[in-house]
C-alpha cells in the first residue's frame, strides 16, 4: 500500500501571497489531519477532516484554512503569507480517525516564506 | 491532554537496549499512553501504545509504573536507524477526535556505531 504523499514537497513564497497544499492519505483511509512543525513551537495541530467535514480545529487564525475531496484527498490553503507561516507542513490519514487508532504520517511540505 | 516530561536528549550505543523514560504523574485514568517518533526528514511514525499493562511489539516495549505516573519506551536492540526524536503523548478517551495529537518536545536520542 502506498503510504501519505504530499506535494509539493519543498515551496518558497513571498509575504502576502497564498499557497496549497496537497495531501494523498492512504487508501481507504478517510480521516485526514494536519500539523505545523516550526522550531520554536513544534508539532502543532491544525485540523481534522473526515468525509469532506471538518471535524476538529486547533488554534491557528483563519488564514488557515483547508477542505477534502470525496475521494479523501486533502488539501490546505494558507493566505496572505507571514513570515512566521515559514513552516513543515504535515499531513496525516488514518481509517476513522478514532482514538488509539494509528496516524500515519506524510513526509511535509517545507514551505518557506520571503 | 495531560502534561509529559520527558528529557531533552539521550545517547546510546548500537545494539544495546534503550529504556526512554516518560514522566506524567497528571494523567487521569482514562489517558492512553502513546509514543511516537520522527526520524531525520520524515513525518512522525507510530511506535506503540497502553493504557496499564505493559505492551510489547515489533518495534519496542512500553512499560507502564504500577500507579502510571510514569512509562518507559524499551528499544531492545538499537540500531542505527533507530536514531530519531520520541514523543511520549497522552490521550484522552473522551477526546473527540482521534486524529489531534498534542506533541511536547520529546527526546533526541542518538545511537552511536
Known amino acids: 500500500k502506498a503510504g501519505v504523499t504530499q506535494t509539493p514537497r519543498y515551496l518558497i513564497k513571498t509575504r502576502g501571497q497564498q499557497v496549497t497544499l496537497s495531501c494523498s492519505p492512504i487508501?481507504?483511509?478517510?480521516?485526514v489531519s494536519w500539523y505545523q512543525q516550526t522550531p520554536g513551537q513544534g508539532l502543532q495541530f491544525l485540523f481534522e477532516?473526515?468525509?469532506?467535514?471538518?471535524?476538529n480545529k486547533g488554534n491557528f487564525p483563519g488564514r488557515f484554512s483547508g477542505r477534502q475531496f470525496s475521494n479523501s484527498r486533502s488539501e490546505m490553503n494558507v493566505s496572505t503569507l507571514e513570515l512566521g507561516d515559514s513552516a513543515l507542513y504535515l499531513c496525516?490519514?488514518?481509517?476513522?480517525?478514532?482514538?488509539?487508532?494509528?496516524?500515519?504520517f506524510g513526509s511535509g511540505t517545507q514551505l518557506s516564506v520571503l | 491532554d495531560a502534561k509529559t516530561t520527558q528529557p531533552n536528549s539521550m545517547e546510546s550505543n548500537e545494539e544495546e537496549p534503550v529504556h526512554l523514560p516518560c514522566n506524567h504523574s497528571?494523567?487521569?485514568?482514562?489517558?492512553?499512553i502513546h509514543w511516537y517518533r520522527q526520524l531525520p526528514s520524515q513525518g512522525p511514525e507510530y511506535v506503540i501504545h497502553?493504557?496499564?499493562s505493559n505492551v510489547n511489539n515489533r518495534m519496542a516495549s512500553l512499560a507502564i509504573a504500577e500507579d502510571r505516573k510514569s512509562s518507559t519506551l524499551i528499544l531492545h536492540r538499537a540500531t542505527l536507524r533507530d536514531a530519531a526524536v520520541y514523543y511520549c503523548?497522552?490521550?484522552?478517551?473522551?477526546?473527540?477526535?482521534?486524529?489531534?495529537?498534542?506533541f511536547g518536545e520529546g527526546t533526541q536520542l542518538t545511537v552511536n556505531p
Open positions: 503523548i497522552l490521550r484522552d478517551v473522551e477526546e473527540t477526535s482521534g486524529s489531534r495529537l498534542t
Open positions: 497502553g493504557l496499564t
Open positions: 487508501s481507504g483511509h478517510r480521516s
Open positions: 497528571t494523567i487521569s485514568g482514562t489517558d492512553y
Open positions: 496525516a490519514s488514518s481509517s476513522i480517525g478514532v482514538l488509539n487508532e494509528k496516524l500515519f
Open positions: 477532516y473526515f468525509s469532506e467535514t471538518q471535524r
